[in-house]
């Protein structure tokens, strides 16, 4: 995964918006060819959580595709498909948010979809005792720290401050 990063990018019906942006590179070495369906979610200090492509309109993508002049990047669309094995099938992906909220201590960026592991848990109503199952699914973790206001004007990297594993 790439730093996260905030851009702006002129809108057609006039002024700018800011988005938040990371790239990635997935390489299938499991020894079979695999169906990639990656989601990523953006969770705020403030308790929102933005999915990935919700609110972005395609000329969005489009221009920090063009800024990033990497011929190999895909969108979150296009990037769903079969994995197929070894290094040289790799494959590149750009994901983007808006950045509805500028004024954060904290960002976590949850992607899905790089692992099949998972584990199924029983959650007790409180009420009832009645139990229903939860699927959980490895989740890549990513903590970013961008430490208050953030300047959408000034393109920059947001500090990762952890990155692990968690199932959700």
Not at 130 to 138: E, G, P
């Amino acid at each position: 995964f790439s730093p996260l990063r905030i851009t702006t990018v002129a809108m057609p019906e006039g002024g700018t918006r800011a988005y938040f942006y990371l790239t990635f590179k997935v390489t299938n070495l499991t020894g079979h060819d695999r169906l990639f369906v990656p989601s990523f979610e953006l969770a705020t200090d403030s308790g929102k959580v933005y999915r990935s492509g919700r609110d972005v309109p395609v000329a969005v993508v489009r221009d920090i595709l063009d800024r990033l002049e990497n011929p190999f990047l895909e969108d979150q669309i296009k990037i769903t498909d079969t994995l197929l094995q070894g290094r040289e099938n790799a494959k590149e992906g750009l994901i983007v948010w808006p950045a509805a909220e500028l004024k954060l201590e904290e960002i976590k960026v949850y992607a899905g979809g790089f692992s099949g592991e998972t584990a199924t848990i029983e959650i007790p109503d409180a009420e009832t005792g009645t139990k229903t199952k939860v699927v959980l699914r490895k989740t890549k973790e990513l903590v970013y720290r961008p430490g208050g206001e953030i300047d959408p004007a000034r393109e920059h990297e947001v500090q990762l401050i952890r990155d692990g594993w968690i199932m959700r």
